[in-house]
């Protein structure tokens, strides 16, 4: 199938490793130009070296970039107009928040949850508005969690904050929806990423068990019994960014594995 992505421009955010770089290996492989930003410049140039290692026509810029910072948000969107012109696709993607229950969580740690995972999307979404009102397939992609769903043990922070980026996806769809813009989730599940690897080690740690141990409880809950690939997810991402989904439009993808029973 053709996607529709051959010369459209997309912006991934928090994308040197992970999820994020799943979704712009994928959008680099079926023709978009991408640019990539994190907050550490050494892990977002190695990941643009990567991106171009795989896929040599690629056309891929990054740049150093904290998604909590207004400014440093105004700067980036600068920064993909000065280099392709044009912007058709964002992605809002932002490392999760610290784990823990609620009693263990200062105030300061929740302000900073709400500035990465909440805020970021909204700093994002405002920067990049006047110019996805100009493309012809303007389209809005947040990545979320499938504990928007099913709230998961020792992510406080994440269980709470996540579901208003739903919401603003919701109402986002809604509002856009007129101007042509689409706004859509994924609810990732457990994926093989470095944050996963980070939740497993605090889970062992917790528990006094081994990371193997821990793994083996997440896929035992698992109908398809693993967790799973990033590039899965990545390539369920390009597609709903994808003109090929141009009448998908305030949707939540859960690409879990099935993990999430619920009818809806």
Request: net charge neutral.
């Amino acid at each position: 199938m053709d996607l529709g992505l051959q010369d459209k421009v997309a912006l991934v955010t928090a994308a040197s490793a992970g999820l994020g770089f799943a979704t712009a290996l994928e959008l680099a492989r079926e023709g978009a130009s991408v640019v990539i930003c994190g907050r550490d410049a050494g892990r977002v140039s190695a990941a643009v070296e990567r991106l171009r290692s795989d896929v040599p026509e690629a056309r891929v810029e990054g740049r150093a970039a904290d998604v909590t910072d207004q400014g440093d948000v105004v700067d980036l969107i600068a920064f993909v107009i000065e280099r392709f012109g044009r912007l058709d696709i964002l992605v809002t993607n932002a490392g999760g928040p610290p784990g823990g229950v609620f009693v263990a969580t200062s105030l300061e740690t929740w302000r900073g949850a709400i500035d990465l995972t909440l805020m970021s999307a909204v700093y994002l979404v405002r920067s990049a508005l006047p110019h996805l009102k100009k493309s012809p397939a303007g389209s809005v992609l947040t990545i979320t969690s499938f504990s928007v769903k099913q709230p998961v043990p020792n992510l406080m922070l994440s269980n709470v904050i996540r579901p208003a980026v739903i919401g603003l996806t919701k109402a986002l769809s809604q509002e856009l929806g007129p101007l042509g813009i689409r706004t859509n989730s994924i609810l990732p599940g457990w994926t093989k990423t470095e944050r996963v690897d980070y939740i497993m080690q605090m889970r062992a740690e917790s528990n006094g068990t081994s990371v193997g141990e821990e793994v083996a409880k997440v896929t035992a809950g698992i109908p398809l019994r693993r967790m799973g690939d990033p590039a899965e997810f990545g390539r369920t991402a390009a597609f709903l960014v994808s003109p090929a989904a141009g009448y998908i439009n305030g949707t939540m993808i859960q690409v879990d594995g099935g993990a999430i029973g619920g009818l809806l």
